[in-house]
């Protein structure tokens, strides 16, 4: 983290010096070797957080450490003299501007130069010092830094890490089913060479169960040539090529060669394939970590298409996938052991195979809760507790509260902390402060993946790329999480984007304790009693009745609140300083009113409300001139100040409400009213809703195709007459990915058939109101993956349009066809996965013809009063593994019943879940297929359908 915030800031500094500010000599002076100072120590960062993690040498962390607040000093300096600058430009544009209120600025300018000027000197002499200071840690130092990653202590971990290799089979649980299918893989694999590579997140157990599958005797009876390679760290190469050579001339029985030493390493590329040629061998490469490591030993294994495998265990998704695309393959992603076997394994070592007592039973839970199914884990934990008394339950409670300390001061579970922390130090600089940015979500939290994101662009982590989005870099972030098994995909949208990410909470114990260490964020609980004196990121999880005790300086750039706070807190909260403050998350608090302290936050890029019940946002908004994202969704705002035109650097607005009285209601969503003017001008803007167009609408409309940035565009009360205009506008957004437009009532023609040339990578649309006739462009877009059309009322059979849309997956018509028949023909929608249909009034038929909607997963269907028969064909949607009826005649389902009498029920036979539900008193009753009967007799109600499959439908 010390070489993140060193680049961070050199990064600003190259910002500061490429503007037009006024300086003194002396500030420059100043500046620019802070530049040369940090530059210098830079250079010597590298290695630096393995270094901090492994190194016993107390001097070389006292050295980071200096290293890391320094730097956070120097930032705090900066970032005052730009607000001081910005300040005074302001106010002197806005107030007086008679020459004595000029001097006046300027003299007031002059002082705070000079003293910004002595600040960075101080700093500068600092850096000096600390820099002098490396020189007498020299020797040390270039031995832990430029050597080995791993210093003595992480050697005697490696060592501890090959224990994996020598456990007993009763040592083992939750492996048989992983293993008989990768035993299967190698002794049924066709003639050609291939790699088969084991992935999963760090103490899962991708060693031993490798290993357990190499040592399996139906494996070694296939292969004449074994050989078990661990690829060890830093990596070189020409030793791992000699490491193989050693090994395979034990096992051939061949003298290694002489002068193995001395030869290059096409030499040694040339020994290796000359000893497994012609040969049957099996070969695993045990813990890769990059791409490159595969590079230099692919070329030594020849395919002598006698069926010879090679295995990888490694924590990175694409290393096992583009070893695979090398070599033909698979990748087998080893999961976490299921609740019942954790516990077996829990049990087995903290108990020595008894049982739990059971005044210890939740408590060894909700430990093994956190586990998540973590092999490693499981076992160093129970570990820790095999050693204390059964009944001393509050020494067992005590490490179910404070689980982080535990792993942080606990020598039992260094391992554990190791296998964990490697994965985070081996992360690039610019993915370190993202990774341990998680930490400020309470436990089990899903992280919205688009939150994160713009999360992420105001703290200034994501760094800019030519021809690149910032939103767009910082998913390359996410997915490089993702590859290294350092995030999970906790939800996603029906067209397979990831709408939820979640952290494994142990990884997050580790976070919030190098957090803290490192000073990067500070988590407050209600059991919170002491916090650092300087803190830089604020996060509240729960209610805080000592939050008065609370002092925050003018470090603090982030600021969140997680969980109900009391009004009198908030107040108390806002007498601290928040001039540098970039990240305001007030999401759920218990506010009325626009905060008026938030005028003074010049910094500030990020400001949420959601879901609180403040109605208006006021004039003096335009002071937020650093303002990227503004969250007023489900707040009660219905209208903003044409002030909001001022925020030039706008990116993401956001300005929604919901208000649902029954589930099939024309306005669920409500938007807000746009002040007129030219809201053009906000040439950043990526994401726009919802707003209302019936107000000043023309020009409105108009304005909109300036915004060529737009990514999200969101439309209300659209009337029939502005359609043209809006065309012209839309043709103009080529960015855009997602449109919705809802006409100002349900018989509303929406007309957006001048449209011309749409824009080509839309992906979502959604269309609410009437269309005269379906727009003829759609089936030109070839990207479009999600479409919703409701309350259409075409004439003509939409699906004729739709049928051969290539990459359409979601689709849902509501009142959107008055035809008494709808045909899905054969071959087409081939990639549809969900479709939902309703309110088809005059629907009797229903006709899937074999080889329609081959990916067809969930079928809903709504509201269709005259339809009493299931789809004719439905039997052949193989895939369909969800079928959900809404308020549909009774006649319907009692076909489907499967007591004998239901003749259609042999048609659904293949459908895991099959559902009827029905709307009641304001809510769903949901019934499965077999517990119908008990409702028809007012017995109590079957299996109930999680909401969260309610949620999908008719929400855009």
Same mark, same amino acid.
């Given at each position: 983290?010390?070489?993140?915030?060193?680049i961070?800031?050199?990064?600003?500094?190259?910002?500061?010096?490429?503007?037009?500010f006024q300086?003194?000599?002396?500030?420059?002076?100043?500046?620019?070797?802070?530049?040369?100072?940090?530059?210098?120590i830079?250079?010597?960062?590298?290695?630096?957080?393995?270094?901090?993690?492994?190194?016993?040498?107390?001097?070389?962390?006292v050295w980071?450490?200096?290293?890391?607040?320094?730097?956070?000093?120097a930032?705090?300096?900066v970032?005052?003299?730009?607000l001081v600058?910005?300040?005074?430009h302001?106010?002197?544009g806005?107030v007086?501007?008679?020459?004595?209120?000029?001097?006046?600025?300027?003299?007031?300018?002059?002082?705070?130069?000079?003293?910004?000027?002595?600040?960075l000197?101080?700093?500068?002499?600092?850096?000096r010092?600390?820099?002098a200071?490396h020189k007498?840690?020299?020797l040390s130092?270039?031995?832990s830094?430029?050597?080995?990653?791993?210093t003595?202590?992480?050697?005697?971990?490696?060592?501890r890490?090959?224990?994996?290799?020598?456990?007993?089979d009763?040592d083992?649980?939750?492996?048989?089913k992983?293993?008989?299918?990768?035993v299967?893989?190698?002794?049924?694999?066709g003639?050609e060479?291939?790699?088969?590579?084991?992935?999963?997140m760090?103490?899962?157990?991708?060693?031993?169960?490798?290993?357990?599958?190499?040592?399996?005797?139906?494996?070694?009876k296939?292969?004449k040539?074994?050989a078990?390679?661990?690829?060890?760290q830093?990596?070189?190469?020409?030793e791992?090529?000699?490491?193989?050579?050693?090994?395979l001339s034990?096992?051939?029985k061949?003298?290694?060669?002489?002068g193995?030493?001395?030869?290059?390493y096409?030499e040694?590329?040339?020994?290796?394939?000359?000893?497994?040629?012609?040969?049957r061998?099996?070969?695993?490469f045990?813990?890769?970590?990059?791409?490159?490591?595969w590079e230099?030993?692919?070329?030594?294994?020849?395919?002598?298409k006698?069926?010879?495998?090679?295995?990888?265990?490694?924590?990175?998704?694409?290393?096992?996938?583009?070893?695979?695309?090398?070599?033909?393959g698979k990748?087998?992603?080893?999961?976490?052991l299921?609740?019942?076997?954790?516990?077996?394994?829990?049990?087995r070592k903290?108990?020595?195979?008894?049982?739990?007592?059971?005044y210890?039973?939740?408590?060894?839970?909700?430990?093994l809760?956190?586990?998540?199914?973590?092999?490693?884990?499981?076992?160093a934990?129970?570990?820790?507790?095999?050693k204390?008394d059964?009944?001393?339950?509050?020494e067992?409670?005590m490490?179910?509260?404070?689980?982080?300390?535990?792993?942080?001061?606990?020598?039992k579970?260094?391992?554990?902390?190791?296998?964990?922390?490697?994965?985070?130090n081996?992360?690039?600089?610019?993915?370190?402060s993202?990774?341990?940015?998680?930490g400020?979500?309470?436990?089990?939290?899903?992280?919205?993946?688009m939150?994160?994101?713009?999360?992420?662009?105001a703290?200034?982590?994501?760094?800019?790329?030519?021809?690149?989005?910032?939103e767009?870099?910082?998913q390359?972030?996410?997915?490089?999480l993702?590859?290294?098994?350092?995030?999970?995909?906790?939800g996603?949208?029906?067209?397979?984007?990831?709408?939820?990410?979640?952290?494994?909470?142990?990884?997050?114990e580790?976070?919030?304790?190098?957090?803290?260490?490192?000073?990067?964020?500070?988590?407050v609980?209600?059991q919170?009693?002491?916090?650092?004196?300087?803190?830089?990121?604020?996060?509240?999880?729960t209610s805080?009745?000592?939050?008065?005790?609370i002092?925050?300086g003018s470090?603090?750039?982030?600021?969140f609140?997680?969980?109900?706070?009391?009004?009198?807190?908030?107040?108390?909260?806002?007498?601290?300083?928040?001039?540098?403050?970039?990240?305001l998350?007030?999401?759920?608090?218990?506010?009325?009113?626009?905060?008026?302290?938030?005028?003074?936050?010049?910094y500030?890029?990020?400001?949420?409300?959601?879901k609180?019940?403040v109605k208006?946002?006021?004039?003096?908004?335009?002071?937020?001139?650093?303002l990227?994202?503004?969250?007023?969704?489900?707040?009660?705002?219905?209208?903003?100040?044409?002030?909001?035109?001022?925020?030039h650097?706008l990116?993401?607005?956001l300005?929604?409400?919901?208000?649902?009285?029954?589930?099939?209601?024309f306005?669920?969503?409500?938007g807000?009213?746009?002040a007129?003017g030219?809201?053009?001008?906000?040439?950043?803007?990526?994401?726009?809703?919802?707003?209302e167009?019936?107000?000043?609408?023309?020009m409105i409309?108009?304005?909109?195709?300036?915004?060529?940035?737009?990514?999200r565009?969101g439309?209300m009360k =659209?009337?029939?007459? +502005? !359609?043209?205009? /809006? *065309?012209?506008?839309?043709?103009?957004?080529?960015? @855009?990915?997602? $449109?919705s437009?809802?006409?100002?009532e349900?018989n509303?023609?929406?007309?957006?058939?001048?449209?011309?040339?749409p824009?080509?990578f839309?992906?979502?649309?959604?269309?609410?109101?009437r269309?005269?006739?379906?727009?003829?462009?759609?089936?030109?877009?070839?990207g479009?993956?999600?479409?919703?059309?409701k309350?259409?009322?075409?004439?003509?059979?939409?699906?004729?349009?739709l049928?051969?849309l290539p990459?359409?997956?979601?689709?849902?018509? =509501?009142?959107?066809y +008055? !035809?008494?028949? /709808? *045909?899905?023909?054969a071959?087409?929608?081939k990639k @549809?996965?969900? $479709?939902?249909?309703?309110?088809?009034?005059k629907?009797?038929?229903?006709?899937?013809?074999?080889?329609?909607?081959?990916?067809?997963?969930?079928?809903?269907?709504h509201?269709?009063?005259?339809?009493?028969?299931?789809?004719?064909?439905?039997?052949?949607?193989?895939?369909?593994?969800?079928?959900?009826?809404f308020?549909?005649?009774?006649k319907?389902?009692?076909?489907?019943?499967?007591d004998?009498n239901?003749?259609?029920?042999?048609?659904?036979k293949?459908?895991?879940?099959?559902?009827?539900?029905?709307?009641?008193?304001?809510?769903w009753?949901?019934?499965?297929?077999d517990?119908?009967?008990?409702?028809?007799?007012k017995?109590?109600?079957?299996i109930?359908?999680?909401?969260?499959?309610?949620?999908?439908?008719?929400?855009?």
């Open positions: 983290m010390a070489e993140s915030a060193v961070f800031l050199l990064n600003k500094l190259s910002n500061l010096v490429e503007t037009e300086l003194l000599n002396g500030v420059w002076q100043e500046i620019a070797c802070l530049r040369g100072e940090l530059e210098r830079r250079d010597l960062l590298k290695d630096a957080d393995e270094v901090e993690e492994t190194s016993d040498d107390q001097g070389l962390k980071i450490k200096q290293v890391r607040e320094v730097t956070h000093d930032e705090d300096v970032d005052e003299f730009i600058h910005a300040h005074h302001l106010v002197g806005e007086l501007s008679g020459c004595l209120y000029k001097l006046s600025c300027c003299v007031k300018s002059l002082k705070s130069q000079y003293r910004i000027a002595l600040q000197q101080r700093v500068n002499g600092r850096i010092d600390i820099y200071a007498r840690l020299c130092f270039s031995v830094l430029r050597g080995s990653c791993f003595p202590s992480g050697e005697t971990w490696h060592d890490r090959e224990d994996a290799l020598f456990l007993a009763n083992v649980v939750g492996i048989d992983p293993k008989r299918q990768l299967e893989w190698l002794i049924n694999g003639s060479r291939e790699v088969i590579g084991v992935t999963g760090g103490g899962i157990g991708k060693t031993t169960l490798v290993k357990k599958v190499y040592d399996d005797f139906k494996v070694e296939n292969f040539i074994h078990w390679i661990t690829v060890s830093p990596f070189n190469k020409n791992l090529l000699k490491d193989m050579i050693q090994n034990y096992v051939i061949r003298a290694i060669p002489e193995m030493e001395n030869m290059n096409e040694l590329i040339t020994i290796i394939k000359n000893m497994l040629k012609e040969r061998y099996l070969i695993v045990d813990d890769l970590w990059n791409l490159y490591e230099a030993v692919k070329y030594a294994l020849p395919n002598s006698n069926g010879s495998k090679v295995m990888i265990t490694t924590r990175k998704d694409d290393v096992a996938l583009n070893s695979c695309k090398d070599f033909k990748v087998y992603n080893l999961m976490p299921s609740q019942d076997v954790s516990w077996e394994l829990f049990c903290a108990f020595a195979g008894n049982p739990c007592p059971p210890l039973f939740e408590i060894c839970k909700d430990i809760r956190k586990c998540e199914g973590l092999p490693l884990a499981v076992v934990l129970s570990g820790v507790l095999a204390k059964t009944w001393r339950i509050d067992w409670d490490i179910r509260r404070c689980l982080g300390v535990e792993i942080q001061g606990n020598d579970l260094e391992d554990l902390k190791k296998v964990l922390s490697l994965s985070l081996d992360l690039p600089y610019y993915l370190k993202c990774f341990l940015y998680l400020i979500f309470p436990e089990g939290y899903l992280i919205k993946r939150t994160l994101i713009r999360l992420w662009i703290e200034g982590f994501i760094e800019a790329k030519e021809g690149r989005t910032l767009e870099v910082a390359d972030y996410l997915n490089d993702l590859n290294r098994n350092l995030m999970q995909v906790a996603m949208t029906t067209d397979r984007r990831v709408k939820f990410y979640r952290i494994h909470d142990l990884l997050r580790i976070i919030i304790s190098k957090s803290r260490d490192q000073n990067f964020a500070v988590i609980k209600e919170t009693t002491t916090w650092p004196g300087r803190v830089r990121r604020l996060s509240i999880h805080l009745p000592n939050v008065q005790d002092r925050l470090h603090l750039r982030s600021l609140m997680f969980g109900v706070v009391e009004k009198s807190s908030l107040h108390t909260l806002f007498q601290g300083s928040f001039m540098l403050l970039r990240v998350d007030f999401q759920r608090a218990p506010l009325k009113t626009f905060p008026v302290e938030v005028a003074d936050m010049f500030l890029k990020y400001l949420s409300l959601r609180t019940k208006t946002i006021p004039r003096y908004i335009r002071k937020l001139q650093n990227e994202t503004l969250d007023l969704k489900k707040t009660c705002v219905t209208q903003l100040p044409i002030e909001i035109l001022q925020l650097k990116r993401h607005l300005v929604y409400h919901f208000k649902v009285e029954s589930y099939a209601d306005y669920s969503k409500f807000f009213k746009a007129s030219n809201i053009g001008s906000l040439q950043s803007l990526q994401k726009l809703c919802f707003i167009a019936c107000h000043d609408c023309n409309l108009r304005e909109l195709g300036k915004l060529n940035q737009l990514r565009l439309i =659209l009337r029939r007459q +502005d !359609g043209k205009v /809006l *065309c012209l506008s839309i043709e103009r957004l080529k960015n @855009l990915r997602s $449109l437009i809802t006409s100002t349900e509303e023609v929406i007309d957006l058939q001048q449209l011309s040339s824009p080509q839309l992906e979502r649309l959604y269309l609410t109101g269309l005269e006739e379906l727009p003829s462009w759609i089936p030109s877009l070839h479009l993956v999600r479409l919703f059309l309350w259409s009322l075409l004439r003509d059979d939409p699906l004729v349009h049928q051969d990459n359409l997956v979601h689709l849902e018509l =509501l009142q959107v +008055d !035809g008494e028949t /709808l *045909c899905f023909k071959g087409k929608f @549809l996965t969900l $479709l939902g249909l309703d309110k088809f009034d629907l009797k038929c229903v006709q899937v013809e074999e080889g329609a909607l081959p990916c067809l997963e969930k079928l809903v269907i509201r269709c009063n005259m339809l009493w028969s299931v789809p004719f064909g439905i039997e052949h949607l193989t895939k369909l593994k969800v079928l959900t009826f308020d549909m005649p009774d319907l389902i009692m076909k489907l019943q499967p004998g239901g003749e259609d029920h042999w048609k659904v293949h459908v895991t879940e099959v559902y009827s539900a029905y709307w009641r008193d304001g809510s009753d949901v019934y499965s297929i517990s119908f009967r008990e409702r028809q007799s017995q109590p109600p079957g109930v359908m999680g909401s969260h499959d309610l949620r999908t439908l008719w929400k855009v």
